[in-house]
């Protein structure tokens, strides 16, 4: 079910809007090839340190209220990984931020607006000894395990001073970059902190959040009529398409699914960094007459996706 969150803080209120408390959706599986899913991994395409720790398991998830577990598809397998939220330790020197996740992507372009008036601090890359949170992942592209972060601090999951946009100069809302978190067995960042789930409410709601390989189906979700949604889609092998079909169906069979995304992709697609409202003109003749519905996902690709519920007056 669905709660009320309490007010965002005006980061993220650019970002989501006012949001509800919904459900963590995390699991662990194997690859598309079957073996076993990479632990908390993250890659990076950028020069590393000679001596680079071993990122810890990720752990068990977030403790809620009330814990649905994935109901997986026949096929699916959910990967072992980061949780949203986690707060990341950068080890490496000059970590490329990224909009899309691919190695010849362009960084994102930062400004501190934590004073009088925003100081432009040019093309991200970060250094050993920052900090970022985890938005969504993980996403494996060859042997680059990628994740979309935010700019963090040792503590929390969002800073008030650099903030990340696509291109200068300053333009809509704030977003994530993507990172490359592992080249095979390298690994560049490593779990800082995992927040509890009050202290992630505190940013912002959890909502669906999942990433893996197959079908998969969530637990049911409250009907809304306006969601915010972002994915990202990666062939398993380069040069070979692969599908991706994200639905959400409701309970009531006979009120047909609002789709989400369709796609197809030799290579990596992601959606909208900001979120896309979703379910505007989705509601069944009479209202009331189906109360929930499930995020149904078909695919050939490795994906990752969160679902979030807008809240409005």
Not at 43 to 55: G, H
Not at 134 to 146: C, F, K, R
Not at 297 to 306: G, I, K, Q, Y
């Amino acid at each position: 079910m669905i709660g009320q969150a309490s007010p965002t803080p005006r980061r993220w209120l650019a970002v989501l809007g006012v949001l509800s408390v919904l459900v963590i959706v995390t699991g662990c599986g194997g690859q598309a090839d079957g073996s076993p899913a990479a632990t908390a991994v993250v890659s990076a395409t950028d020069e590393t340190d000679a001596s680079v720790p071993s990122l810890p398991p990720a752990g068990p998830s977030l403790t809620l209220t009330a814990t649905p577990g994935p109901t997986p598809g026949p096929t699916a397998q959910l990967a072992d990984g980061l949780h949203f939220g986690d707060i990341l330790r950068v080890q490496v020197k000059s970590l490329a931020a990224r909009v899309a996740p691919k190695r010849t992507s362009a960084l994102v372009h930062g400004y501190d607006l934590s004073g009088p008036a925003p100081e432009d601090k040019g093309s991200i890359r970060l250094d050993k000894g920052d900090y970022v949170s985890v938005e969504l992942g993980p996403l494996p592209i060859g042997d680059t395990i990628w994740y979309l972060v935010w700019p963090a601090t040792a503590t929390a999951l969002h800073t008030e001073g650099t903030q990340w946009y696509t291109t200068p100069p300053i333009e809509g809302s704030p977003l994530p970059a993507w990172m490359a978190a592992s080249v095979g067995s390298d690994v560049y960042l490593t779990l800082q902190k995992r927040p509890i789930l009050s202290e992630i409410e505190a940013y912002s709601a959890v909502g669906v959040v999942a990433a893996g390989f197959g079908n998969y189906t969530s637990e049911p979700q409250a009907r809304h009529d306006g969601f915010s949604f972002e994915y990202a889609a990666a062939a398993p092998v380069s040069g070979t398409s692969c599908s991706l079909k994200i639905s959400l169906v409701p309970s009531d069979t006979d009120t047909d699914p609002k789709v989400a995304v369709q796609t197809t992709t030799t290579t990596v697609k992601v959606g909208p960094l900001t979120g896309a409202n979703l379910g505007t003109d989705w509601l069944p003749t009479p209202e009331g007459s189906w109360s929930t519905f499930t995020v149904k996902v078909a695919s050939t690709c490795n994906w990752a996706f969160r679902l979030l519920r807008l809240e409005h007056d």
